[in-house]
């Protein structure tokens, strides 16, 4: 069975940085490409950043320029380096595979909370 372990987060003042970790308990090949998400108080679970095994990245708009998704395999163990970081930036984070592939449950998150 397939299990997500984020953490990482903490309370910041905005302005701030932090890094997130996802262990997983293995990889597979529906892990090729992994996403983190967040999903903020009373909205949905929003995708933020993906990864491809070769290293590529996307990412929102909202985060762009600022967020910094990375994998290391042979840890099974994906990141997300947080710079700059705002009050909307408040949210649960996850991560799970990209848009596409199977989808495995849901781990706890982490939460990250930025004050103003």
């Known amino acids: 069975q397939v299990q997500f372990v984020e953490s990482g987060g903490a309370l910041v003042q905005a302005g701030g940085s932090l890094r997130l970790s996802c262990v997983v308990s293995?990889?597979?090949?529906?892990?090729?490409?992994m996403g983190w998400y967040r999903q903020a108080p009373g909205k949905g679970r929003e995708l933020i950043a993906t990864?491809?095994?070769?290293?590529?990245?996307n990412y929102a708009d909202s985060v762009k320029g600022r967020f910094t998704m990375s994998r290391d395999d042979a840890k099974a163990t994906f990141y997300l380096q947080m710079n700059s970081l705002k009050p909307e930036d408040s949210a649960v984070y996850f991560c799970?595979?990209?848009?596409?592939?199977?989808?495995?449950?849901w781990g706890q998150g982490t939460q990250v909370t930025v004050s103003s």
């Open positions: 293995k990889i597979t090949v529906a892990m090729n490409t």
């Open positions: 799970n595979t990209a848009p596409g592939r199977y989808r495995y449950s």
């Open positions: 990864i491809s095994n070769g290293g590529s990245t």
